[in-house]
């Protein structure tokens, strides 16, 4: 079974740094594309960064030259280092393949982890 368990979000002041981690289960994330989305309340959920099998990164213009996604193969993890964070970054993270795996018809998604920028 494919599971995917976040950590990490916290409470933090604007312009503070947080790093959520992302423990995969049931794959290799090494050989898949892995992201990380949020929600933020009342919104949909989106794609905030990825990055390919071969290290290649992307991210919302929202988040870029702010956070950084990595992994590290060999532990099968996926990170996600946040910057400079901003009230608007609030939101549950949430990580996943891109696309987001799918059980049959179903997305599985983790818990997610809070992450919410207030003074």
């Known amino acids: 079974q494919v599971q995917f368990v976040e950590s990490g979000g916290a409470l933090a002041q604007p312009g503070g740094s947080l790093t959520l981690s992302c423990a995969p289960s049931?794959?290799?994330?090494?050989?898949?594309?892995m992201g990380w989305y949020r929600q933020a309340p009342g919104k949909q959920r989106e794609l905030v960064a990825r990055v390919s099998s071969a290290g290649d990164t992307n991210y919302a213009n929202s988040v870029k030259g702010r956070f950084t996604i990595s992994r590290d193969n060999v532990a099968n993890m996926v990170y996600l280092q946040m910057n400079s964070l901003k009230p608007e970054d609030t939101a549950v993270y949430y990580c996943?393949?891109?696309?987001?795996?799918?059980?049959?018809?179903?997305?599985?998604w983790g818990q997610g982890t809070k992450v919410t920028v207030s003074s």
């Open positions: 996943n393949t891109d696309p987001p795996w799918r059980t049959g018809l179903t997305i599985n």
């Open positions: 049931g794959i290799s994330s090494s050989i898949r594309t």
